[in-house]
């Protein structure tokens, strides 16, 4: 069971009479007094992705800049088609930007703004709170934190504090460890590790990526990824690998329903995947 915050669209997966997170639904409520449980939902999002590299739309292959294919040269065009198939969020990297560390596809993010009306969850390059704050005020609804959240979490749970809602965590893992700097680098640290330093943060969400999977059609890798959301109340959303309509069943099953959600981008952009049947499956669950 997922229980939603019509506001800031927050969900927090909770397993069913569990006492331990029902509290921590409640305490997460004291924290946001504005938000009102009002519902109870299991739908999952599937997010489609634009990842940004020279201005254009781009799709990797295991995060290699160098292994780009351009799938559209007008970023802006490309999130209009997601909106008008009917997707109700839009996941953005500015790849340019995870590399460098600061934003660096900027303007291609503002001309998505400027057309679309969809909700739009940004990445790549946001280390400092003047970025954070300067994209949320420009209309992003909220950003991604990740090289930032191995390297100074204190910024990311002042951001949560100051942003509720607003601040998600990108933890991609290489060989079980979290990579960051445009993935050039490998840490120390595991996916969990990493995640529970935010369990009382107020992270919005978890958008975990399974490197060697990504953009390579190897399908998702949903055993890591629910074990790291049955680790914490955070939700999470599964990243890497989705290939066909089969990644989209299987997170309708019992027990993957604890996942939000799904970056699609590949299997989006060469057709394996049908937006409408996609869509039409997950609305009716
Ligand atoms: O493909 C890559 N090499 C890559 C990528 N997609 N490197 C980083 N990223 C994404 C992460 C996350 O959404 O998945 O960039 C964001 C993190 O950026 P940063 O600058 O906060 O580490």
């Known amino acids: 069971m997922t229980v939603v915050d019509p506001t800031t669209r927050t969900r927090w ?16 409520n004291d924290t946001y007094p504005s938000a ?25 292959k295991l995060g290699e800049m160098d292994q780009a294919t351009v799938f559209n040269e007008d970023p802006a065009a490309q999130a209009a088609i997601f909106e008008r198939q009917g997707f109700e969020w839009l996941h953005i990297v500015d790849l340019n930007g995870a590399f460098a560390g600061r934003p660096v596809n900027a303007s291609a993010v503002e001309a998505i703004l400027a057309k679309v009306k969809m909700p739009v969850q940004l990445g790549g390059g946001i280390r400092e709170m003047a ?3 300067a994209w949320l005020a420009k209309g ?17 749970k002042a951001a949560c504090a100051r942003f509720p809602g607003r601040i998600a965590v990108g933890i991609d893992a290489k060989g079980g460890k979290v990579a960051v700097e445009g993935w050039a680098e490998t840490s120390e640290l595991t996916a969990i590790e990493l995640a529970r330093r935010f369990e009382d943060a107020g992270v919005a969400a978890i958008i975990y990526t399974d490197i ?3 953009g390579v059609l190897k399908g998702l890798n949903l055993p890591s ?17 989705l290939a066909s309509i089969e990644d989209v069943k299987a997170l309708l099953l019992p027990e ?9 981008g590949r299997a989006l952009y060469d057709g394996r995947i049908d937006p409408a049947e996609a869509l039409a499956l997950l609305a009716s669950h």
């Open 36 to 60: 009102t449980i009002v519902s109870e939902a299991s739908r999952v999002i599937l997010f489609p992705a634009i990842d940004l590299k020279d201005g254009a739309c781009v799709r990797l």
């Open 212 to 214: 060697d999977r990504d």
């Open 225 to 241: 990824t629910v074990e790291l959301a049955r680790s914490m109340s955070i939700p999470v959303i599964a990243s890497g690998g």
């Open 13 to 28: 997966p909770v397993h069913d009479l569990c006492m331990t997170c029902l509290r921590s639904v409640h305490r997460d």
């Open 131 to 133: 970025t954070i704050e």
């Open 256 to 264: 993957n329903a604890l996942l939000e959600g799904a970056i699609s």
């Open 140 to 156: 992003i609804r909220r950003v991604i934190l990740g090289t930032v959240a191995v390297r100074d979490p204190a910024l990311v």
